[in-house]
């Protein structure tokens, strides 16, 4: 079987990268597919998420950076200019391969790869719900998000019309695609090694994610306030970086909220979670959050709200964490509250969350891609 994936920057870091990356060297190592990755940038000096000696890699070297040279409206008719280059190198290099299945991201050129003039089927994986990308959280202007809003509508309907199959993390966000030929959920996993696990016992909890408005940092400031003054012995420690550094930064120092540090990204996050106790994920919404898995893998019971649409398919209200009611934040409290009070809660939560964790298996989720292609292709 061969396999085409499409980036935009194989060298480039995001979850979305990583993952198809991981995909496409299990599909080459252990299920020995022909498979390659298409980027449509140039050949990087360095390419931050291993890639298998198996994988193939095609560099397509179309600069779409060099569009912000420009103002508008010149910078519109760039963009317009490497668009129609990349379709036409696009299109030469899948006519090149002939692959059975064409695989991009929905975000990333998804209208123009599903419209590619080939025989393979075409898949777009959605790993984000589609109405986020036009949601108003980034405190756009009317005109801009209507503007937004507008061609988001044209580039997904191009994607409904076109592609054979869309393939979504969770069934709340499969809901979005009704239009589209076929949709399936099939959710990520995480291939972290695990340094450690949890004990449940240090006065510790953890956050990870990118420091930005959709993943709700601010807000779980408000609430640590609440719980840092019942529980002044606990910690709460911050894994990340992002444009709301400093604003998070000022916001701990000016309402004075104390026992909570921001240490930054980090290449290994493993032994952090395994210090932990407890981690919180206060998004507004989540695709599916690996950080919610990653903290089950090492045993952590969580606390995150019921946001659309991840949490929910992975944690198990009342059994291995706490789904609380979307920007209800003195239910969080309430709940990370009874959790810190209650070390055998604790511990119950922890055990149920690495049965719940199997669950997303590397090797699980991967048989359940393998079916789907051999389904597609016999279709």
């Known amino acids: 079987m061969k396999i085409v994936y499409v980036l935009n920057d194989i060298g480039s870091q995001g ?5 198809i990356i991981e995909k496409a060297n299990f599909m080459a190592e252990q299920f ?19 890639v298998s000696d ?3 890699k095609v560099y397509l070297d179309v600069p779409y950076y060099s569009q912000y040279h420009y103002k508008y409206p010149m910078r519109l008719w760039k963009k317009h200019v490497l668009n129609k280059n990349l379709k036409d190198r696009l299109n030469h290099a899948v006519q090149q391969i002939d692959p059975d299945l064409l695989i991009c991201l929905s975000v990333q050129k998804a209208d123009m790869v599903s419209t ?8 777009v994986e959605c790993h984000e719900a589609r109405f986020f990308m036009t949601s108003r959280i980034w405190n756009q202007s009317i005109l801009t998000y209507g503007i937004n809003k507008f061609y988001s509508m044209l580039y997904f309907r191009t994607i409904e019309k076109n592609a054979d199959m869309v393939v979504a993390l969770t069934d709340g966000a499969k809901q979005l695609w009704h239009k589209a030929k076929r949709v399936e959920v099939i959710p990520d996993f995480s291939s972290m090694t695990i340094k450690g696990y949890s004990d449940c016992k240090n006065k510790r909890i953890i956050a990870v994610g990118r420091l930005s408005k959709e993943k709700g940092f601010e807000r779980l400031l408000d609430i640590w306030k609440i719980v840092s003054q019942k529980f002044p012995e606990w910690q709460l420690d911050i894994f990340g970086d992002g444009v709301l550094k400093d604003t998070l930064t000022k916001k701990a120092e000016s309402d ?13 996050i493993s ?13 507004y919404f989540e695709g599916f959050s690996l950080v919610l898995l990653e903290a089950l893998m090492h045993g952590v019971p969580c606390v995150a709200f019921d946001c ?6 992975i944690i198990e209200d009342g059994k291995c964490g706490f789904l609380i009611e979307e920007g209800n934040n003195a239910l969080f409290a309430e709940k990370l509250c009874a959790l810190i009070e209650n070390e055998q809660l604790r511990q119950h939560f922890s055990e149920a969350a690495l049965e ?3 669950h997303f298996d590397i090797e699980t989720i991967m048989n359940r891609w393998k079916k789907l292609f051999e389904n597609l292709i016999a279709e």
């Open 15 to 19: 979850g979305g990268i990583k993952i």
């Open 116 to 123: 590619l003039k080939c025989r393979a089927k075409k898949i």
């Open 271 to 283: 032994p952090e979670y395994a210090l932990s106790s407890i981690c919180v994920v206060t998004s």
């Open 32 to 50: 020995g597919y022909d498979v390659s990755i298409v980027s449509w940038s140039k050949c990087p000096d360095k390419i931050f998420y291993h």
């Open 256 to 268: 004075n909220i104390r026992r909570v540090t921001l240490h930054g990204a980090q290449n290994d």
């Open 308 to 313: 659309p649409f991840g949490p929910r398919s």
């Open 356 to 358: 719940r964790a199997k």
């Open 54 to 56: 198996k994988v193939k």
